[in-house]
């Protein structure tokens, strides 16, 4: 699920960081059309009357920079007008705001040019441009900005605001979407993951919203109608086959076995190799209809309790003499007493198939350990030897139908031991696992335990 995770949680952050690009856009041109541009023209605005006063200056001399100082403020418009004009040798001319810089520096200016009237404060701001002239006189001349500066100021704070709400409900409907998301592409996976576990019953769950999930769902689940007619014929075919062969195969070995009787190996060796062949095909058809009735659900569970050390110890006690002849040992390690519910007879065939193959494929003299634990809900039962190296190639195809690996060439048998063993298990809802290391190959049948009821007490 890593992969779906990653997948919504990209489409999520993409959506966020959309989300907030677009909410940068929007504020971005607000602000250029309702501050940027107007505070320019202000700037434009400013620089034109600098350059006047400054002829006037030039020309008509201080008296008249003064008065034309005066007209100007006295001006109504949309913005109140400010100046300062500081003499030569410093003294102070005019002036219509409370303070500036006592020395000359950025050449625009942000001037506090508050006015108290009558005990009230009229808040104004005053942008002003400072002009310095040969003679060392001084001239601020700036127009009030206070709506300009408010706006500035609201926008820096509400952007401050409104990029950590947008991030917030980014996040939270980003979260929303991949969990969305995320929900419905679990459910495709877990049905695909029950599908490949060998349920090809299971089916995508519909919600009827006929949106692109539901139609994506919709045809997953005819194509895994028609995979599993496909399966269900081929199945219907094998087993009419073996049906259909088990009755002459039957009578072929009865056959032979008259013959055998009739003639002695040493007489005839053909007939005791005919009746091999036919042995081994009789055991191949029994193999194959075993597998395909449990498979099917035709074989019913009996699901009686069973105890796993006791079981081991029927294993042990079956295949004691065998093993023995060989010059080997079959030990029970570590063996849980405690009860759960199974059918003891597949279970018991499972086992009895993973010691075959140990004595077949193990070591000549074998070294065979049983055991049995309870973990993590399941009972798991463990077959170990000691053999050749076994490649992870080999150990995945095991339980392949008619596989057999490149050093069973010479052995006894068919290839479908390990298929009915994991037929059994998955009867059981539980699953084979087959692992090499350190020339110790191990078979584990985990099946799901199923709790024995406790027996009810009676107060004495």
Request: aromatic letters at 6%.
């Amino acid at each position: 699920m890593s992969y779906v995770r990653s997948f919504s949680l990209r489409l999520a952050l993409t959506y966020v960081g959309l989300f907030l690009l677009s909410i940068g856009l929007l504020v971005g041109s607000f602000y250029y059309f309702s501050v940027y541009r107007p505070h320019e023209d202000l700037k434009r605005q400013i620089r034109r009357e600098a350059l006047q006063l400054e002829q006037i200056y030039a020309v008509d001399g201080e008296a008249a920079l003064i008065a034309a100082l005066a007209s100007r403020a006295a001006e109504r418009g949309d913005r109140a007008a400010f100046h300062v004009f500081i003499g030569p040798d410093g003294e102070l001319k005019a002036a219509n705001i409370p303070t500036w810089p006592s020395e000359r520096g950025e050449q625009w200016l942000d001037l506090d040019a508050d006015i108290y009237t009558e005990g009230a404060e009229f808040d104004q701001h005053a942008f002003a441009l400072d002009v310095g002239f040969d003679n060392g006189a001084r001239l601020m001349v700036g127009r009030d900005a206070e709506d300009l500066e408010e706006l500035r100021e609201l926008l820096a704070n509400g952007m401050v605001w409104l990029v950590g709400s947008s991030l917030v409900l980014g996040l939270l409907g980003g979260g929303l979407l991949s969990r969305a998301i995320g929900a419905r592409l679990e459910k495709i996976s877990q049905a695909a993951i029950q599908v490949m576990e060998g349920d090809l019953a299971e089916r995508v769950p519909v919600d009827d919203s006929n949106d692109d999930f539901d139609r994506v769902s919709q045809t997953l689940n005819q194509m895994l109608d028609r995979i599993e007619e496909l399966f269900a014929s081929v199945r219907r075919v094998s087993d009419n086959v073996a049906h259909e062969l088990r009755t002459p195969l039957a009578r072929l070995l009865a056959d032979v076995e008259t013959l055998e009787a009739q003639y002695p190996d040493e007489a005839n060796p053909e007939i005791a190799r005919i009746g091999a062949e036919v042995r081994r095909l009789q055991r191949i058809f029994d193999s194959l209809l075993r597998i395909s009735r449990i498979e099917a659900g035709r074989h019913a569970l009996a699901l009686d309790p069973i105890t796993p050390s006791a079981l081991l110890e029927d294993l042990k006690e079956l295949y004691d003499p065998t093993v023995e002849e060989l010059g080997g040992r079959i030990e029970i390690g570590n063996a849980t007493s405690d009860p759960f519910r199974g059918d003891r007879d597949l279970l018991f065939q499972a086992l009895c198939n993973l010691v075959d193959n140990a004595i077949k494929y193990g070591d000549p003299e074998p070294d065979i350990g049983l055991s049995a634990c309870h973990k993590n809900g399941s009972a798991c039962f463990s077959v170990t030897n000691r053999g050749a190296e076994i490649s992870e190639q080999v150990l995945a195809r095991a339980s392949e139908r008619f596989f057999r690996g490149e050093n069973a060439g010479d052995k006894p048998g068919e290839g479908l031991g390990l298929p009915v063993v994991e037929a059994i298990a998955r009867a059981h809802d539980g699953n084979l696992q087959l692992h090499h290391v350190n020339n110790l190959t191990e078979a584990m049948v985990c099946v799901p335990w199923r709790a024995v009821p406790a027996e009810p007490s009676y107060p004495g």
